[in-house]
């Protein structure tokens, strides 16, 4: 079990910014791929962005890409979702979710691809 837990999130004006963490009590996150995800109501989750294990490889959808940045801070095991130029499109409950060891251009989009998932985070933005 991976217990993770979002944080971060709020009510932001359109081209604002938020950081949202993911972060695992007691569990050290570093060997992980993690992966942000973000659903609306009525549609599929989207995978956003992940972040190899041990300072590897990351990969961000088209959607987002020169938005949003992810990142790790292996000394506060916390995984960052940095998210810059908001639109209102982007309101969402967002997660994280953990696999082991890599992330793969061909999977890291792909929800059941990963094994454990935080609770969601709302985020919303509006004027």
């Known amino acids: 079990q991976v217990p993770l837990v979002e944080s971060g999130g709020g009510s932001v004006q359109p081209g604002g910014s938020l950081i949202l963490a993911c972060t695992a009590s007691?569990?050290?996150?570093?060997?992980?791929?993690i992966g942000w995800f973000r659903q609306t109501p009525g549609k599929e989750r989207e995978g956003l962005s992940c972040?190899?294990?041990?300072?590897?490889?990351?990969y961000t959808a088209d959607s987002v890409k020169g938005r949003f940045t992810i990142s790790r801070d292996v000394a506060k095991n916390t995984i960052y979702l940095q998210m810059n130029s908001l639109k209102p499109e982007d309101t969402a409950v967002y997660y994280c979710?953990?696999?082991?060891?890599?992330?793969?251009?061909?999977?890291?989009?792909?929800?059941?691809?990963?094994?454990?998932w935080g609770p969601g985070i709302q985020v919303t933005v509006s004027a």
């Open positions: 979710a953990t696999t082991d060891g890599n992330c793969y251009l061909g999977s890291y989009w792909y929800a059941p691809s990963y094994d454990y």
């Open positions: 972040i190899s294990g041990r300072g590897g490889n990351t």
């Open positions: 007691g569990v050290p996150l570093d060997g992980y791929a």
